[in-house]
Structures are given as structure tokens and as C-alpha cells.
T-cell receptor
Framework: GAVVSQHPSRVICKSGTSVKIECRSL??????MFWYRQFPKQSLMLMAT?????????EQGVEKDKFLINHASLTLSTLTVTSAHPEDSSFYIC?????????????FGQGTRLTVV | GQNIDQPTEMTATEGAIVQINCTYQ??????LFWYQQHAGEAPTFLSY????GLEEKGRFSSFLSRSKGYSYLLLKELQMKDSASYLC????????????FGTGTRLTVIP
């Protein structure tokens, strides 16, 4: 199956700093990538949809100025958590779909465990 | 809005059969997915239903009834490694065809 690589897998940062998470589709192109957040023992919550070459679409309640998304190419989307606070500590996961394959499953990255201290 | 419900936790015995239910109320529908997720890892795809009926894939089967907004995942011949969270996700069929996830069911398989 298609491979999505997410980096870093773990990151610890100080409160007030920014953290960038990368999501790459390794063997396919993706015009759309999705960013999710998952708190302990809870399910995945869609944060935003990342569209190549255009602005991301954010879900209600997600601050676009805090969670900056850039989808500069067909294989790379980045999520930057700006001015991170301890409450931003969570598991962040990206997913991507094959171009033109609207009805196939999404392929997930390995996830990034963010801890803000 | 999207509302997807699953039991929070289930326990079953090794070798047995377990059924995990999922009910949904969404603004649109374009398929239902089941994913398996081990703690601290990304979800892995198990099954996809878009038409009513049963889809079988080895030890795993998934059923869908669109009129009832209901699906289940059936796991047969349970193994210890099946202990994980099982996530029901619905594609809403609008815009980017977003996937919305249920709360997940944490399954514990005991000897």
C-alpha cells in the first residue's frame, strides 16, 4: 500500500516555542492531506484539510493562526504549532489519499507525539 | 454535525468471536471505514463498506446498513494481538470527503 511518512515521531518543546511537523507521501501524490489530533484514550479529531497550492480548510474550533498548515507540493504538507502551550500536548496524525481516488481509504502517517513543557 | 457512536470498551476471550457496533448520524455519507489502532501508533485500515451488506476479509468482517445508520466489525478466532482500539469512521461525501471518526472501542483480549 501507499506510504505516508511523518516526522518527527516525538518532540518535546518549551512553552511558547513553535514546532513543525512534516507529512510526506513517499510513493504517491496527494492533492489533499488531513491533519488529526488525538488526546489520550480519545479518538481522532479532524483539525484541518490541507490542499496543495491553496489555503487549508479548518474545522470549527481549530485556530488557523495557531496551527499553520502549508501544502507546498503534492508530496508534502506541514503543520506548525505556534506558541505551543502544555494543553497542545497531544498525538498529531496526518493522512493522505491517492490523487483521484476519492473513495479509497486514507493512508496514515506514524503520528507525532508532542509534549509541551 | 457528525455523530458517530461506539462502545468505549469491550473484553473478549482468545479464540472467541466479538462484534463491535457503530451507529452514525452524519450530514452526508460516502462510505464507512474500520481502522485498528494500537496505543501510540497510527491507525491501520481494516475494511470499507459503501453498500449495504457484509464484507469479509479473513478473520475480519464488516457489515453496513445505511437505512439504519449502523455498522459492525466482527472479529473471529480472536488472538492476543487483536487487543487494540477499533475506530469506526464515516466519509461525509461533501467537499474533500472528510473522514470523521467515532470515539473508538478499546478491545482487550484475555487468555
Amino acid at each position: 500500500g501507499a506510504v505516508v511518512s511523518q516526522h518527527p515521531s516525538r518532540v518535546i518543546c518549551k512553552s511558547g516555542t513553535s514546532v513543525k511537523i512534516e507529512c510526506r507521501s513517499l510513493d504517491f501524490q496527494a492533492t489533499t492531506m488531513f491533519w488529526y489530533r488525538q488526546f489520550p484514550k480519545q479518538s481522532l479529531m479532524l483539525m484541518a484539510t490541507s490542499n496543495e497550492g491553496s489555503k487549508a480548510t479548518y474545522e470549527q474550533g481549530v485556530e488557523k493562526d495557531k496551527f499553520l498548515i502549508n501544502h507546498a507540493s503534492l508530496t508534502l504538507s506541514t503543520l506548525t504549532v505556534t506558541s505551543a502551550h502544555p494543553e497542545d500536548s497531544s498525538f498529531y496524525i496526518c493522512s493522505a489519499r491517492l490523487i483521484g481516488q476519492m473513495n479509497t481509504e486514507a493512508f496514515f502517517g506514524q503520528g507525532t507525539r508532542l509534549t509541551v513543557v | 454535525g457528525q455523530n458517530i457512536d461506539q462502545p468505549t470498551e469491550m473484553t473478549a476471550t482468545e479464540g472467541a468471536i466479538v462484534q463491535i457496533n457503530c451507529t452514525y448520524q452524519t450530514s452526508g455519507f460516502n462510505g464507512l471505514f474500520w481502522y485498528q489502532q494500537h496505543a501510540g501508533e497510527a491507525p491501520t485500515f481494516l475494511s470499507y463498506n459503501v453498500l449495504d451488506g457484509l464484507e469479509e476479509k479473513g478473520r475480519f468482517s464488516s457489515f453496513l446498513s445505511r437505512s439504519k445508520g449502523y455498522s459492525y466489525l466482527l472479529l473471529k478466532e480472536l488472538q492476543m494481538k487483536d487487543s487494540a482500539s477499533y475506530l469506526c469512521a464515516v466519509r461525509d461525501g461533501t467537499g474533500a470527503n472528510n473522514l470523521f471518526f467515532g470515539t473508538g472501542t478499546r478491545l482487550t483480549v484475555i487468555p
